[in-house]
């Protein structure tokens, strides 16, 4: 399963360092920094972790990554998508989200 290839990768380091390393390579993948990344950049960022995704895998992980079904990843949809909930609330206490964090917790 694509999902757990890719996180694989990525389990090492504290969650400091693990939440910098996913957002980098969010942020790297996200060509004209638009705040989101397209399937191909999705598959592109998967390759530099060395993960080659076939089709059936990009279109997978697509489906459950993209929550809003916007056809695009966004960042937080990202993070969700990791299931370290750690990283999600990390994230969101860093982007001053921390009382929507707590609501959504209850």
Known sequence: ??????????????????????VKFFSDSDEGSKGFLTPVEFSHLSSRLGIDLSNAELR????????????????????????????VALHAVKCGNESQTIHEAF
Not at 1 to 15: C, E, F, Q, W, Y
């Open 60 to 87: 997978e992980a697509v489906v459950t990554l993209d929550e809003d079904g916007n056809g695009q990843v966004e960042l937080a949809e990202y993070l969700d998508w990791w299931g370290d909930e750690d990283l």
């Open 1 to 22: 399963k694509a999902h757990d290839k890719i996180r694989s990768v990525m389990s090492d380091g504290s969650l400091e360092d693990r939440l910098a390393t996913v």
